[in-house]
Structures are given as C-alpha cells and as structure tokens.
C-alpha cells in the first residue's frame, strides 16, 4: 500500500499510497508481518502522489520508511436467490 513518510507530533502517520488505488476512511493498515497498525482516518494531497493519514492503534509505534499493507475488503455476504411471491389459488373474481 505504501511507506511511512512521516510521524507527526500529534501520534498521526503519514503514508505516501504507492500502487493505484487508495485505500478507503476506516480501512485497517497492516504491518509486514499482518498485524494491525492502523485506521485511515484521511486522506490528503494531491490526486496522482496522495497520503493516507493514519491513527495508530495502541502499543504501535512506526518508524519512516516502514511499509504498510492494507486487507482486500471482505466480501459481502451473500442474501441468497429471493423467492417470487406465493400465488393465490382458487377463483378469481
């Protein structure tokens, strides 16, 4: 997904989004070895080099240079064929 740029004051990581699709506000960020680093919270800059703005989870702590991985969104669950409504029998007025 990309590299760590910068680790702010505030605790918020900056992650340049290499590849070509962004990930989207609320998806987790993973480490090299898939534990979880982080939420998106934003993302900033301009459209061709974005940045995702990303809130560490507790006892995380990223260094720049670091890469990220983000999880291919989980499939949605299926609902299943509908069933036509049932006919009425008998006579019709």
Known sequence: MGRVDKVVRT???????E???PPKIGWKLYTEDKRPAGI????I????KPFAVVKPLEGITMVEGEELYQAP???????????????RRGRRR
């Open 73 to 87: 969104p989980r499939p949605r669950r299926s609902r299943g064929r509908r069933r036509p409504p049932a006919r």
């Open 40 to 43: 998106v919270v934003d993302i």
């Open 11 to 17: 605790g918020l990581i900056l992650v340049r989004i």
């Open 45 to 48: 800059g301009p459209v061709d």
């Open 19 to 21: 590849g070509s699709k």
